[in-house]
T-cell receptor, first 108, second 113 residues
């Protein structure tokens, strides 16, 4: 199946800092989504972004499908941004394959 | 608000004792999924329903079964839970199959004693 690699695996930021999370995938995709899993386990869909760029408040995402990567930008980070960020992709089948995630801790 | 609801939030069962987890949705989505997420790991798809059509992932153990009696509800049955089945179980929905946005419930954390 399609391989998904996320980097970095762990990230610690001070409140107010900016960060970039990366997702590389091994094949062309029909579907790419970014999720935030909060400390209580809830997975929140941040972006549905198989290609192009989207912005939602302090978050934005860019997917370059031809080069098989996606980036999630977090600006002016807040403690509530802490949690695990997952990239998930759908290849030729219908299943979303998740990367191992980036664990983010934002400190006051 | 339309949403995906999982009950209970925490479930404790005994080794070998059958357990059922439930999921309901008010989004009227055609597809419902069950994912298993073990500690510090990525969610892993167990199976999904497209309407009434059941689609099992190749590596999902036979111990795991699912039922979807109607559009709104989907159940995960674990026939004989082992210690290795302790995990967070996540239900998700999408409008269609392929190229669709997924919406997740808050999950059920299963403990096996």
């Amino acid at each position: 199946g399609i391989q998904v690699e996320q980097s970095p695996p762990d990230l610690i930021l001070q409140e107010g800092a900016n960060s970039t999370l990366r997702c590389n995938f091994s094949d062309s995709v029909n579907n790419l989504q970014w999720f935030h899993q909060n400390p209580w386990g809830q997975l929140i869909n941040l972006f549905y972004i198989p290609s192009g760029t989207k912005q939602n408040g302090r978050l934005s995402a860019t997917t370059v499908a031809t080069e098989r990567y996606s980036l999630l930008y977090i600006s002016s980070s807040q403690t509530t941004d802490s949690g695990v960020y997952f990239c998930a992709v759908e290849g030729s089948g219908y299943a979303l394959n998740f990367g191992k995630g980036t664990s983010l801790l934002v400190t006051p | 608000d339309a949403m995906v609801i999982q009950n209970p939030r925490y479930q404790v069962t005994q080794f070998g004792k059958p357990v059922t987890l439930s999921c309901s949705q008010t989004l009227n989505h055609n597809v419902m999924y069950w994912y298993q997420q073990k500690s510090s790991q990525a969610p892993k798809l167990l199976f999904h329903y497209y309407d009434k059509d059941f689609n099992n992932e190749a590596d999902t153990p036979d111990n795991f079964q699912s039922r979807r009696p109607n559009t709104s509800f989907c159940f995960l049955d674990i026939r004989s839970p082992g210690l290795g089945d302790a995990a967070m179980y996540l239900c998700a929905t999408s409008r269609g199959q392929g190229g669709e946005k997924l919406f997740f419930g808050s999950g059920t954390q299963l403990s096996v004693l």
